[in-house]
Protein backbone atom coordinates (compact mmCIF):
# COMPACT_ATOMS: atom_id res chain seq x y z
CA UNK A 1 0.00 0.00 0.00
CA UNK A 2 1.25 3.35 -0.80
CA UNK A 3 -1.39 6.23 0.46
CA UNK A 4 -0.68 8.59 2.95
CA UNK A 5 -4.40 8.22 4.43
CA UNK A 6 -3.27 9.01 7.87
CA UNK A 7 -2.75 12.85 6.70
CA UNK A 8 -5.79 13.08 6.40
CA UNK A 9 -8.53 14.47 9.21
CA UNK A 10 -11.92 13.01 10.41
CA UNK A 11 -14.65 13.96 8.00
CA UNK A 12 -16.27 17.02 9.51
CA UNK A 13 -13.55 17.77 11.17
CA UNK A 14 -11.42 19.15 8.01
CA UNK A 15 -10.54 22.67 7.96
CA UNK A 16 -12.04 25.14 5.61
CA UNK A 17 -9.33 26.49 4.12
CA UNK A 18 -8.08 22.60 2.70
CA UNK A 19 -11.73 21.63 1.75
CA UNK A 20 -11.89 25.07 -0.37
CA UNK A 21 -8.16 24.35 -2.01
CA UNK A 22 -8.96 20.87 -2.52
CA UNK A 23 -12.57 22.15 -4.93
CA UNK A 24 -10.33 24.97 -6.37
CA UNK A 25 -8.00 22.07 -7.58
CA UNK A 26 -10.72 20.16 -8.79
CA UNK A 27 -12.59 23.20 -10.63
CA UNK A 28 -8.89 23.66 -12.27
CA UNK A 29 -9.49 19.94 -13.76
CA UNK A 30 -6.29 19.29 -11.95
CA UNK A 31 -5.47 15.08 -11.24
CA UNK A 32 -5.54 14.37 -7.32
CA UNK A 33 -2.92 11.93 -7.02
CA UNK A 34 -2.65 9.41 -4.00
CA UNK A 35 -0.29 11.39 -1.63
CA UNK A 36 -1.90 14.61 -2.10
CA UNK A 37 -4.30 15.65 0.47
CA UNK A 38 -8.20 14.93 0.32
CA UNK A 39 -11.19 15.14 2.29
CA UNK A 40 -12.07 11.70 3.86
CA UNK A 41 -15.37 11.33 2.05
CA UNK A 42 -13.65 12.14 -1.05
CA UNK A 43 -11.26 8.98 -0.56
CA UNK A 44 -14.28 6.68 0.88
CA UNK A 45 -16.40 7.52 -1.88
CA UNK A 46 -13.87 6.34 -4.25
CA UNK A 47 -12.60 3.27 -2.05
CA UNK A 48 -16.37 2.58 -2.47
CA UNK A 49 -16.89 2.90 -6.09
CA UNK A 50 -13.48 1.68 -7.32
CA UNK A 51 -13.54 -1.50 -5.10
CA UNK A 52 -17.18 -2.00 -6.35
CA UNK A 53 -16.03 -1.45 -10.28
CA UNK A 54 -13.00 -4.08 -9.52
CA UNK A 55 -15.54 -6.54 -8.40
CA UNK A 56 -17.41 -6.28 -11.22
CA UNK A 57 -15.19 -6.86 -13.49
CA UNK A 58 -14.14 -10.01 -11.73
CA UNK A 59 -17.50 -11.77 -10.96
CA UNK A 60 -18.52 -10.48 -14.53
CA UNK A 61 -15.99 -13.21 -15.50
CA UNK A 62 -18.67 -15.68 -14.74
CA UNK A 63 -21.65 -15.32 -16.81
CA UNK A 64 -19.20 -15.68 -19.80
CA UNK A 65 -16.99 -18.49 -18.16
CA UNK A 66 -20.02 -20.42 -18.57
CA UNK A 67 -19.83 -20.79 -22.47
CA UNK A 68 -15.94 -21.30 -22.72
CA UNK A 69 -16.70 -24.94 -23.23
CA UNK A 70 -19.51 -24.70 -25.48
CA UNK A 71 -18.38 -21.58 -27.96
CA UNK A 72 -19.36 -23.16 -31.57
CA UNK A 73 -16.09 -22.70 -32.52
CA UNK A 74 -12.29 -22.83 -31.86
CA UNK A 75 -12.33 -18.95 -32.98
CA UNK A 76 -14.74 -17.99 -31.07
CA UNK A 77 -13.40 -19.68 -27.85
CA UNK A 78 -10.77 -18.10 -28.24
CA UNK A 79 -11.85 -14.58 -28.19
CA UNK A 80 -13.96 -15.14 -25.59
CA UNK A 81 -11.34 -16.69 -23.23
CA UNK A 82 -9.31 -13.18 -24.07
CA UNK A 83 -11.82 -10.80 -23.66
CA UNK A 84 -12.70 -12.89 -20.04
CA UNK A 85 -8.72 -12.72 -19.30
CA UNK A 86 -9.21 -8.47 -20.28
CA UNK A 87 -11.42 -8.74 -17.41
CA UNK A 88 -9.47 -9.98 -14.85
CA UNK A 89 -6.97 -7.85 -15.98
CA UNK A 90 -9.13 -4.48 -15.10
CA UNK A 91 -10.21 -5.78 -12.29
CA UNK A 92 -6.76 -6.31 -11.28
CA UNK A 93 -5.88 -2.62 -12.05
CA UNK A 94 -8.58 -1.18 -10.41
CA UNK A 95 -8.01 -2.99 -6.74
CA UNK A 96 -4.47 -1.16 -7.42
CA UNK A 97 -6.24 1.82 -7.94
CA UNK A 98 -8.42 1.29 -4.82
CA UNK A 99 -4.84 0.35 -2.73
CA UNK A 100 -3.34 3.52 -3.47
CA UNK A 101 -6.22 5.56 -1.44
CA UNK A 102 -5.14 2.80 1.55
CA UNK A 103 -7.69 -0.30 1.64
CA UNK A 104 -6.01 -3.49 1.54
CA UNK A 105 -6.71 -5.66 -1.01
CA UNK A 106 -7.40 -8.15 1.41
CA UNK A 107 -9.86 -6.03 3.03
CA UNK A 108 -11.91 -5.72 -0.59
CA UNK A 109 -11.92 -8.79 -1.32
CA UNK A 110 -13.31 -9.59 2.33
CA UNK A 111 -15.95 -7.09 1.89
CA UNK A 112 -17.10 -9.17 -1.35
CA UNK A 113 -17.22 -12.49 -0.08
CA UNK A 114 -18.87 -11.57 3.10
CA UNK A 115 -21.45 -9.62 0.73
CA UNK A 116 -21.06 -6.29 2.19
CA UNK A 117 -19.34 -4.90 -0.66
CA UNK A 118 -21.39 -4.40 -4.14
CA UNK A 119 -20.65 -5.67 -7.45
CA UNK A 120 -22.56 -4.48 -10.78
CA UNK A 121 -26.44 -6.54 -10.89
CA UNK A 122 -26.18 -7.00 -14.28
CA UNK A 123 -23.92 -10.18 -13.33
CA UNK A 124 -26.49 -11.53 -11.34
CA UNK A 125 -28.43 -12.37 -14.49
CA UNK A 126 -27.75 -16.04 -16.50
CA UNK A 127 -26.07 -16.36 -19.73
CA UNK A 128 -28.72 -18.81 -20.95
CA UNK A 129 -27.89 -19.21 -25.07
CA UNK A 130 -24.98 -18.32 -27.26
CA UNK A 131 -26.42 -15.37 -28.39
CA UNK A 132 -26.33 -13.99 -24.62
CA UNK A 133 -22.61 -13.84 -25.41
CA UNK A 134 -23.19 -11.70 -27.95
CA UNK A 135 -26.00 -9.37 -26.05
CA UNK A 136 -23.33 -9.22 -22.81
CA UNK A 137 -20.76 -8.18 -25.44
CA UNK A 138 -23.02 -5.69 -27.12
CA UNK A 139 -25.06 -4.36 -24.87
CA UNK A 140 -22.89 -5.16 -21.41
CA UNK A 141 -19.84 -3.82 -22.58
CA UNK A 142 -21.51 -1.53 -24.44
CA UNK A 143 -22.74 0.29 -21.35
CA UNK A 144 -20.08 -0.50 -19.18
CA UNK A 145 -18.12 1.58 -21.80
CA UNK A 146 -20.60 4.56 -21.63
CA UNK A 147 -20.09 5.11 -18.22
CA UNK A 148 -16.26 4.31 -18.15
CA UNK A 149 -15.53 6.48 -21.10
CA UNK A 150 -16.71 9.79 -19.09
CA UNK A 151 -14.36 8.36 -15.67
CA UNK A 152 -11.43 8.19 -18.36
CA UNK A 153 -11.68 12.10 -16.73
CA UNK A 154 -12.68 11.47 -13.50
CA UNK A 155 -10.77 13.14 -11.11
CA UNK A 156 -8.47 10.70 -9.51
CA UNK A 157 -5.24 10.11 -11.10
CA UNK A 158 -4.81 6.25 -11.25
CA UNK A 159 -8.26 5.81 -11.41
CA UNK A 160 -8.53 8.10 -14.75
CA UNK A 161 -5.09 6.43 -15.82
CA UNK A 162 -6.14 2.90 -15.50
CA UNK A 163 -10.00 3.56 -16.93
CA UNK A 164 -7.93 5.06 -20.48
CA UNK A 165 -6.37 1.49 -20.91
CA UNK A 166 -10.03 -0.54 -19.58
CA UNK A 167 -11.98 1.33 -22.40
CA UNK A 168 -9.32 0.29 -25.11
CA UNK A 169 -10.15 -3.20 -24.64
CA UNK A 170 -13.99 -2.74 -24.02
CA UNK A 171 -14.03 -1.62 -26.85
CA UNK A 172 -13.31 -4.45 -28.65
CA UNK A 173 -15.22 -6.08 -26.38
CA UNK A 174 -18.28 -4.09 -27.18
CA UNK A 175 -17.68 -4.75 -31.37
CA UNK A 176 -16.87 -8.78 -30.63
CA UNK A 177 -20.87 -8.69 -28.90
CA UNK A 178 -21.96 -7.07 -31.79
CA UNK A 179 -20.32 -9.22 -34.42
CA UNK A 180 -21.59 -12.29 -32.93
CA UNK A 181 -25.17 -10.90 -32.68
CA UNK A 182 -24.64 -9.89 -36.76
CA UNK A 183 -23.93 -13.25 -37.68
CA UNK A 184 -27.29 -14.43 -35.37
CA UNK A 185 -29.43 -12.08 -36.37
CA UNK A 186 -28.16 -12.30 -40.11
CA UNK A 187 -28.75 -16.08 -39.98
CA UNK A 188 -31.13 -18.82 -39.73
CA UNK A 189 -34.67 -17.92 -38.60
CA UNK A 190 -33.90 -20.15 -35.31
CA UNK A 191 -30.34 -18.09 -34.09
CA UNK A 192 -32.14 -14.86 -35.16
CA UNK A 193 -34.85 -16.25 -32.34
CA UNK A 194 -32.21 -16.61 -30.13
CA UNK A 195 -30.87 -13.22 -30.90
CA UNK A 196 -34.08 -11.37 -30.02
CA UNK A 197 -34.56 -13.86 -26.78
CA UNK A 198 -31.41 -12.32 -25.75
CA UNK A 199 -32.09 -8.89 -25.95
CA UNK A 200 -35.51 -8.99 -24.94
CA UNK A 201 -33.70 -10.91 -21.58
CA UNK A 202 -30.84 -8.08 -21.52
CA UNK A 203 -32.33 -4.82 -22.30
CA UNK A 204 -33.87 -3.73 -19.09
CA UNK A 205 -31.04 -4.89 -17.01
CA UNK A 206 -28.28 -3.54 -19.04
CA UNK A 207 -30.64 -0.09 -18.69
CA UNK A 208 -30.61 -0.75 -14.78
CA UNK A 209 -26.42 -0.84 -14.66
CA UNK A 210 -26.12 3.05 -15.11
CA UNK A 211 -27.54 2.91 -11.06
CA UNK A 212 -30.78 4.10 -9.59
CA UNK A 213 -32.72 7.68 -11.43
CA UNK A 214 -30.53 10.88 -10.42
CA UNK A 215 -33.80 11.64 -8.05
CA UNK A 216 -32.82 8.29 -6.17
CA UNK A 217 -29.53 8.20 -6.78
CA UNK A 218 -27.33 9.23 -3.14
CA UNK A 219 -23.84 9.99 -4.07
CA UNK A 220 -24.67 11.56 -7.63
CA UNK A 221 -24.63 15.29 -6.83
CA UNK A 222 -21.22 15.20 -4.13
CA UNK A 223 -19.70 12.78 -6.96
CA UNK A 224 -20.24 15.46 -9.56
CA UNK A 225 -18.87 18.01 -7.47
CA UNK A 226 -16.06 16.46 -6.78
CA UNK A 227 -15.50 14.96 -10.52
CA UNK A 228 -15.71 11.17 -9.63
CA UNK A 229 -18.71 11.50 -11.95
CA UNK A 230 -18.89 13.74 -14.92
CA UNK A 231 -22.52 12.62 -15.85
CA UNK A 232 -25.35 11.80 -14.17
CA UNK A 233 -26.77 8.24 -14.33
CA UNK A 234 -30.17 9.15 -16.62
CA UNK A 235 -27.85 11.28 -18.68
CA UNK A 236 -25.31 8.21 -18.97
CA UNK A 237 -28.22 5.75 -19.57
CA UNK A 238 -29.77 8.29 -22.42
CA UNK A 239 -26.70 8.36 -24.37
CA UNK A 240 -26.76 4.57 -23.92
CA UNK A 241 -30.13 4.47 -25.51
CA UNK A 242 -29.45 6.90 -28.12
CA UNK A 243 -26.53 4.66 -29.21
CA UNK A 244 -27.61 1.75 -29.20
CA UNK A 245 -31.50 1.91 -30.74
CA UNK A 246 -29.52 2.55 -34.07
CA UNK A 247 -27.82 -0.69 -33.84
CA UNK A 248 -30.76 -2.81 -33.28
CA UNK A 249 -32.54 -1.32 -35.57
CA UNK A 250 -29.54 -2.34 -37.93
CA UNK A 251 -30.07 -6.12 -36.77
CA UNK A 252 -33.51 -6.34 -37.50
CA UNK A 253 -34.16 -7.29 -33.90
CA UNK A 254 -36.98 -5.18 -31.84
CA UNK A 255 -36.11 -3.79 -28.44
CA UNK A 256 -38.54 -4.96 -26.11
CA UNK A 257 -40.05 -1.42 -24.78
CA UNK A 258 -43.40 -0.79 -26.50
CA UNK A 259 -42.67 2.87 -25.06
CA UNK A 260 -39.73 3.54 -27.25
CA UNK A 261 -39.89 6.79 -29.32
CA UNK A 262 -37.52 9.09 -31.21
CA UNK A 263 -38.40 12.49 -30.09
CA UNK A 264 -37.62 14.56 -33.10
CA UNK A 265 -36.76 17.97 -31.50
CA UNK A 266 -34.03 16.27 -29.21
CA UNK A 267 -32.98 13.33 -31.73
CA UNK A 268 -33.38 11.35 -28.03
CA UNK A 269 -35.59 8.32 -27.35
CA UNK A 270 -38.17 8.49 -25.04
CA UNK A 271 -38.55 5.20 -23.01
CA UNK A 272 -40.86 2.97 -20.65
CA UNK A 273 -40.15 2.87 -16.73
CA UNK A 274 -37.31 0.97 -15.27
CA UNK A 275 -38.56 -1.87 -13.05
CA UNK A 276 -36.70 -0.33 -10.33
CA UNK A 277 -38.18 -3.27 -7.66
CA UNK A 278 -36.28 -5.48 -10.11
CA UNK A 279 -33.10 -3.52 -9.73
CA UNK A 280 -33.34 -3.28 -5.45
CA UNK A 281 -34.11 -6.92 -5.81
CA UNK A 282 -30.98 -8.06 -7.38
CA UNK A 283 -28.81 -5.57 -5.31
CA UNK A 284 -30.27 -6.85 -1.98
CA UNK A 285 -28.87 -10.51 -3.79
CA UNK A 286 -32.32 -11.81 -4.80
CA UNK A 287 -31.74 -11.59 -8.56
CA UNK A 288 -31.69 -15.37 -10.32
CA UNK A 289 -27.51 -15.98 -10.15
CA UNK A 290 -26.31 -14.04 -6.89
CA UNK A 291 -26.08 -17.20 -4.71
CA UNK A 292 -24.18 -18.68 -7.83
CA UNK A 293 -22.19 -15.89 -8.35
CA UNK A 294 -21.21 -15.97 -4.53
CA UNK A 295 -20.18 -19.16 -4.03
CA UNK A 296 -18.24 -19.40 -7.12
CA UNK A 297 -16.08 -17.13 -5.82
CA UNK A 298 -15.74 -17.74 -2.58
CA UNK A 299 -14.43 -21.27 -3.69
CA UNK A 300 -12.23 -19.87 -6.26
CA UNK A 301 -11.05 -18.05 -3.12
CA UNK A 302 -10.73 -21.06 -1.30
CA UNK A 303 -8.83 -22.68 -3.77
CA UNK A 304 -6.12 -20.50 -4.54
CA UNK A 305 -5.37 -19.53 -0.44
CA UNK A 306 -2.22 -22.39 -1.52
CA UNK A 307 -1.44 -19.56 -4.33
CA UNK A 308 -1.48 -16.53 -1.76
CA UNK A 309 0.50 -18.76 0.76
CA UNK A 310 3.39 -19.55 -1.89
CA UNK A 311 3.87 -15.94 -3.07
CA UNK A 312 4.24 -14.88 0.60
CA UNK A 313 6.55 -17.49 1.60
CA UNK A 314 8.18 -16.69 -1.85
CA UNK A 315 8.35 -12.88 -0.59
CA UNK A 316 9.74 -13.78 2.71
CA UNK A 317 12.25 -15.93 1.52
CA UNK A 318 13.34 -13.13 -1.07
CA UNK A 319 13.20 -10.76 1.74
CA UNK A 320 14.99 -12.79 4.64
CA UNK A 321 18.00 -13.35 1.69
CA UNK A 322 18.09 -10.09 0.92
CA UNK A 323 18.11 -9.00 4.92
CA UNK A 324 21.28 -11.65 5.24
CA UNK A 325 23.07 -9.95 2.43
CA UNK A 326 23.00 -7.25 4.04
CA UNK A 327 23.99 -8.21 7.33
CA UNK A 328 27.47 -9.77 5.22
CA UNK A 329 28.10 -6.44 3.78
N1 LIG B 1 -25.43 -2.58 -9.55
O1 LIG B 1 -25.86 6.85 -5.66
P1 LIG B 1 -25.66 5.85 -6.71
C1 LIG B 1 -18.41 -4.01 -16.58
C2 LIG B 1 -25.47 1.09 -6.00
S1 LIG B 1 -18.08 -3.04 -15.25
C3 LIG B 1 -25.18 -2.68 -8.22
O2 LIG B 1 -26.12 6.19 -8.07
P2 LIG B 1 -22.87 5.88 -7.55
C4 LIG B 1 -17.28 -4.58 -17.37
C5 LIG B 1 -24.32 2.04 -5.69
O3 LIG B 1 -23.10 1.34 -5.63
C6 LIG B 1 -19.66 -2.60 -14.59
N2 LIG B 1 -25.20 -1.61 -7.39
O4 LIG B 1 -24.13 5.36 -6.70
C7 LIG B 1 -17.61 -5.96 -17.78
C8 LIG B 1 -24.78 2.62 -4.38
O5 LIG B 1 -24.60 1.64 -3.35
P3 LIG B 1 -23.74 1.92 -1.99
C9 LIG B 1 -19.51 -1.85 -13.36
C10 LIG B 1 -25.48 -0.41 -7.95
O6 LIG B 1 -21.71 5.08 -7.12
C11 LIG B 1 -18.42 -6.19 -18.87
C12 LIG B 1 -26.29 2.72 -4.57
O7 LIG B 1 -26.63 1.77 -5.57
N3 LIG B 1 -19.17 -0.50 -13.67
O8 LIG B 1 -19.54 -4.16 -16.82
C13 LIG B 1 -25.71 -0.24 -9.32
O9 LIG B 1 -22.78 7.35 -7.50
C14 LIG B 1 -18.72 -7.51 -19.27
C15 LIG B 1 -26.74 4.11 -4.94
O10 LIG B 1 -26.36 4.45 -6.29
C16 LIG B 1 -18.83 0.36 -12.70
O11 LIG B 1 -18.78 0.00 -11.54
C17 LIG B 1 -25.69 -1.39 -10.13
N4 LIG B 1 -25.94 -1.36 -11.43
O12 LIG B 1 -23.25 5.49 -9.07
C18 LIG B 1 -17.06 -7.02 -17.09
C19 LIG B 1 -18.47 1.76 -13.14
N5 LIG B 1 -25.94 1.06 -9.56
O13 LIG B 1 -22.32 1.91 -2.39
C20 LIG B 1 -17.37 -8.33 -17.48
C21 LIG B 1 -18.04 2.62 -11.99
C22 LIG B 1 -25.87 1.71 -8.37
O14 LIG B 1 -24.19 3.25 -1.47
C23 LIG B 1 -18.18 -8.57 -18.56
N6 LIG B 1 -19.12 2.94 -11.13
N7 LIG B 1 -25.58 0.81 -7.42
O15 LIG B 1 -24.08 0.77 -1.09
C24 LIG B 1 -19.98 3.99 -11.31
O16 LIG B 1 -19.89 4.68 -12.31
C25 LIG B 1 -21.01 4.27 -10.27
O17 LIG B 1 -20.61 3.62 -9.07
C26 LIG B 1 -22.45 3.85 -10.65
C27 LIG B 1 -23.37 4.13 -9.46
C28 LIG B 1 -22.93 4.66 -11.84
C29 LIG B 1 -22.53 2.35 -10.99
Redesign the pocket.
Known sequence: MYSQGLRDSAAGDEPVELLAAFQARIDKEEKIEPRDWMPAAYRK?LI???S??AH??I???L??ANWVTRAPTLKRKLILLA??QD?AG?GLYLYSAAETLGESRKKMYDDLLSGK???????NYPTLNWADIGA??WL??G??IM??V??CRTSYGPYSRSMVR?CKE?SF?QRQGYEIMVKMAHGTAQQKAMAQDAINRFWWPAL?????S?K?????SQ?MKWK??RFS?DD?RQKFIDATVPQAEYLGLTIPDKHLKLDDATGSYTHGEIDWKE?VN??KGNGPCNQQRMAARIKAHKDGAWVREAAEAYAKKLQNSKDNKKEVA
Open positions: TRQIQHSEVGQPEKIEHAKYSSIFVGVDAANQALIEHMMFGPDDSPHSSIKNLFVI
